[in-house]
């Protein structure tokens, strides 16, 4: 198939910007008006936000799009806002004539026949490629769908397409830069379109995308991420690492790791209704279907990895890769891997020490059994290096790793529920936490001992309103468990975690902790509480997630403690937990410390958070070494203080388009140009960068004639080029 050329007589094509804005604002489509002068690509206006969750009127779009104005370009917001519009982009930094969208728009055709005449394609300035349609279910945020890892000498700038790139090093310590190919804008996001200059309409109509069905999502975004080319992450374990010389053959082999080496997933696929629909030829894809489904690619299978990018192929979550165990224990065994061990064990799988008393620790870890005799199985640094040569992947950037504990310690009543409410919505929604903190986004499981059902349901909603979260986005990414009237301890509740599939959630969290402390269990007990963690990281290494404790501190004046001696209970409450993070009254009424201590991450700075209910808030312009300091007899000062007028807060966007721009600027420059801002120290820009780079809202670049140093700009505006 070739791109149709556009209707020459289509009064959208010789129409004017306003003219294009008003016909997209008419057809339920969100118009903003958007500068393109050379490299320079954003959004014309101070603040977009607002249009996230409405359309602009007819006198904002007169106001906009006016000769005095001169808008130079045109935007469309996507997401909910515009009737679920979504865009995949194929950027054409390889120069090849869209090598990538080539590729998918053969995939799409052959999995599901005429899906693509259907759809709206433009072209980009670069040479890329926009596809734009409407989805009849919600669409997630942007995502990231393909990428390219390339190998370079050394640590000198690399220029890709037109686009600089820094290199970095890898696990082994090789060089590289990784390049996104296909990428989509979706809730959250936006995308510069036609009639912007150097973009144009190749096929269908811009102001009539058509409305798809989910599956017909899944094929499009499905065969995208068939041609990434990096390395995912794997839920059931056990695949090249375990396999290779890292471990002596002395080391005895478990039934799932085993079966990763031996198994065949095609034949339980085939078992279960999945139909083979394209074979890997020359060690390509393999594209398979999910049952009920009549046509299209549902996931594929290479390297004995099943990556599922179906939204709706349970018992498997879409955008994740299974190993051939994983697979056998979905399918065959309803996710109860333990059960799925023992049966591969009756087969044969599996050496000897392994093929009786199948147990937790048996399964999903990459440690010896817990119980019974240790058997010795020492490995060679060099061999260890090379079996784990990344850290676990994070979950809370700066704060947690996959399979990690975290405890949150405040006093009685100081709003920790809440704050931990704030953090599931910010994982589930994949935003920063606090702003601060970037997440990777999943699902999240409350397990609450404390609050009756009807108060998690009112207090959530509020939590998620406070936040601009529109609760469709948390309906399915939540799930709260109310034990209120059926406690259960942590021992009592291992069938409970056991029935929970591996890779369902990305956080659990146990509100509040005290309340799962066994019957007679002692807290200032070292021995007591080192059990429960140890149980705690058999669960999480197990469900492949991190758990979050709620957990209360002592009486008392905290400001003398250390971060790690804030808790109630013996050491081994912070000892043994990964990320001990604390609360600690400042001097300033309303407002705590957050501080922490921090086992696989660099250590963090304290922060100050003013509550503002529902929610706590980040106020740099506090000192978070004032501490209140509560020791008995010392008297409060009763003067009353003067008002201070409340300052806006500095959140990325604002930040990006305030400091930001297609010219690129250095650090140092930035916060120069911060000085005089309320809310805006030192730390809080180079967070606000940080967050903003890890968000793609910028880009780092060599500043030129500048002695190599580093800076920051907009990659092609805050819109997609």
Known sequence: MQDAPHPSDSPRRNGTLASHASACVAAGLCALPAIRRGEEKRVALSSWKPYQTRLPSGDELGSWFNPE??????????????????????????????????????AVEAASPGLLERLVIETTPSGGRHVVYRCETPVSGNTKLAQRRIDVDSDEPV???SKEYAPRRDASGAWVVTVTIIETRGEGGLFLCDPSPGYEVVLGDLCEPPLITADERDVLLGCASALDETPQPVIGGGLAPSNSSAFPNSCPSRPGDDFNDRGDPREILLRHGWVMVRSGELGGNEHWRRPGKSA???????????YVFSTNAAPFEAHKGYSPFAVYALLEHHGDFAAAASALATEGYGSREHTTGVDLSAFMTDTPPATGPLEPCPVPVGELVAAYPQLREPVIHGLLRAGETMNVIASPKTGKSWLT???????????????RYQTEAGPVLIIDNELHRETSAHRLPKVAQARGVAMREIAERIFVDN??????????????????????FKVIVLDAFYRFMPAGGDENDNGT????????????????????????????SQSGKSVTDVGAGAGAQSRATDTHLVLRPHEEDGVVVLDAAVRSWPPIDPTCLRWDFPVWSVDDTLDPASLKNERPGKKKDASPKADKPA?????????????????????????????????????????????????????????????GRWGYALPGGEASS
């Open 69 to 106: 104005s001169s808008p130079t370009a045109m935007c469309l917001v996507c997401g909910a806002v515009s009737g679920h519009l979504e865009m995949i982009d194929f950027d054409n930094w390889d120069g090849g004539g869209g090598e990538a969208f080539e590729a998918w728009r053969e």
């Open 159 to 161: 220029v890709v397409g």
């Open 296 to 306: 299209g690619t549902s996931a594929t299978l290479k390297d004995r990895v099943f």
């Open 421 to 435: 409410l704030d953090l599931a919505i910010a994982v589930a929604t994949g935003r920063p936490w606090l702003g």
């Open 483 to 504: 034990l209120r009237g059926r406690l259960q301890d942590i021992f009592t509740l291992a069938p409970y975690f056991e029935a929970l599939e591996p890779g369902r």
């Open 529 to 556: 509480m080192a059990n429960i963690y140890n149980r705690i990281d058999a669960f999480a290494d197990r469900l492949g997630c991190c758990f979050v404790l709620i957990h209360h501190s002592t009486k008392g």
């Open 647 to 707: 300052e806006p807060s500095w959140g990325v966007e604002r930040f990006v388009a305030r400091f930001i721009s297609a010219e690129p600027v250095g650090k140092a420059e930035i916060r120069e140009d911060a000085k005089g801002e309320p809310g805006l120290s030192w730390r809080r820009v180079a967070d606000l960068l940080d967050i903003a780079e890890g968000e793609g809202r910028i880009e780092r670049v060599r500043l030129p004639g500048r002695g």
